[in-house]
């Protein structure tokens, strides 16, 4: 609802809000819309009060308008009821409709009963069914020829109805020649030498009553195009052609026959289907290999993330024992160098991903790169933010010699222990999830085991 704070001439309705209002102000909760209003809109806290007072006429009005609406129309069926309640009406269908059911009541003995009954549909009187039959007869006398135009040149299917909704009576035909026409006007396929005559007749029915009529047709079968001749005489050659070589177990047919050339349809290629296996198969090596890639990344990260604690450990280990940064990492190299080499070969490259970057970064400070730049490029290849701060305050104790580097490392070691803490439990939780799913299939198993003999049984 929006509300704005503007002076106009109060009406009726507003004098009746505003006299509701003030009888049920009390039921209100007009400190909590006071305070929902201020926090919607900028407002002191007078401003507040005004529009929740508005807020609530115009909620008001608006339940008035409601109630008298309501009101309105229920008086006016009330009326209608009380105008009706006299009479008994029975809605009847139309002719040739089926028997409906109504529900009344009766009054017996000052008793309400209630019964069901039959509501018939309208019905002709016998003196009407000639003129009604006769207006069947000329609405089908319209539209039976269908696409021909004349009874004397029938070349297509008729337009024979089963029934006159308007009238309400049913229409059954009949033919004396099935083969060249059915009783629902199609036309046979057979190509006619001749034209054929076929005697049809209509029989309106309506209850008891029916009344007949006879259409006399003459039928010179359907129209063939152009392709459906040629066809049929190309059908008519190769027949021939196969009777005058009954003793040749393989013909050969001419490459034209009647002036148009004759061909055997190739099988349908596979190639396009080849393509698009193609297609789906390359699609599916893109997807999979950008999805491993992102895995080991995944692996990586998880498995630097898993050394971290060690590394800030030692590392915090090797400078209070008074090496320098080089000189520790020196030390942290040798050691992943000699687990790397008592590991299986089978193992992980990934185990000692960070030995080989600790390697990396000291050959690049012996080639003649500053410490500084060469801490700061080894954070950037491991790009993990425990991996940044750490290599960032390596690169600052070699530029400006930070005197309390020990306890930062202290805090970083601490912080890498709080880290193993929660990476063990966060692999808790998923190893759950994964579980999740083979203890659904088991206990479906173990369901199906248990109620499979019941129901055997049973």
């Not at 401003?47 to 409601?66: D, F, N, P, S």
């Not at 003196?127 to 696409?147: Q, S, T, W």
Request: charged residues 30%; glycine residues 6%; neutral net charge.
């Amino acid at each position: 609802m929006k509300y704005r704070m503007v002076r106009k001439k109060k009406g009726l309705m507003d004098l009746f809000a505003e006299e509701i209002y003030g009888h049920l102000e009390r039921f209100f909760n007009i400190n909590r819309t006071n305070d929902l209003i201020r926090s919607i809109k900028t407002v002191s806290k007078q401003e507040a009060e005004k529009l929740c007072h508005e807020y609530y006429i115009l909620v008001i009005k608006r339940l008035m308008a409601v109630v008298v609406i309501t009101l309105l129309f229920a008086g006016i069926v009330i009326i209608k009821s009380n105008k009706n309640s006299d009479k008994v009406i029975l809605d009847r269908g139309s002719y040739g409709e089926d028997t409906k059911e109504c529900r009344l009541s009766a009054n017996i003995d000052n008793t309400e009963y209630d019964f069901c009954v039959d509501v018939l549909p309208l019905e002709y009187k016998y003196e009407d069914m000639d003129a009604v039959f006769e207006k069947g007869f000329a609405y089908i006398d319209k539209i039976y020829l269908g696409n021909n135009s004349e009874k004397e040149n029938i070349v297509d299917d008729l337009n024979l109805i089963d029934s006159i909704d308007e009238l309400g009576v049913e229409v059954r035909w009949t033919s004396d020649n099935d083969e060249i026409m059915d009783t629902r006007g199609k036309l046979a396929d057979t190509v006619l030498e001749s034209p054929v005559n076929v005697e049809l007749e209509a029989a309106l029915c309506y209850k008891d009553y029916t009344k007949k009529k006879k259409y006399n047709l003459i039928v010179k079968g359907k129209k063939r195009n152009t392709y459906e001749i040629v066809i049929e005489e190309i059908k008519k050659y190769i027949t021939t052609f196969q009777q005058e070589n009954n003793d040749m177990q393989r013909l050969e047919l001419p490459k034209e026959i009647n002036g148009y050339t004759i061909s055997k349809p190739e099988p349908s290629s596979p190639v396009m289907l080849i393509i698009i296996i193609g297609g789906v198969v390359s699609f599916l090596i893109l997807y999979k290999s950008n999805k491993d890639l992102k895995a080991e990344n995944v692996y990586r990260n998880r498995q630097l993330i898993k050394n971290y604690p060690e590394f800030a450990d030692k590392l915090s280990l090797y400078m209070g024992a008074g090496l320098s940064v080089r000189g520790a990492l020196y030390k942290i190299s040798e050691e992943l160098g000699k687990e790397k080499k008592q590991k299986n070969r089978y193992g992980n490259r990934y185990d000692n991903i960070l030995g080989d970057e600790i390697k990396y970064t000291l050959n690049e400070i012996s080639s003649g790169i500053s410490e500084e730049q060469a801490y700061f490029n080894l954070g950037h290849r491991l790009n993990l933010s425990v991996y940044l701060k750490l290599t960032s305050l390596l690169s600052q104790n070699v530029k400006k010699g930070t005197k309390n580097v020990l306890d930062m490392l202290a805090q970083e070691e601490e912080a890498a222990i709080q880290l193993r803490r929660e990476l063990a439990k966060k692999r808790g939780e998923e190893a759950g999830t994964k579980l999740l799913f083979p203890m659904i299939v088991l206990l479906a198993v173990v369901m199906v085991i248990v109620v499979l003999p019941a129901l055997i049984s049973f």
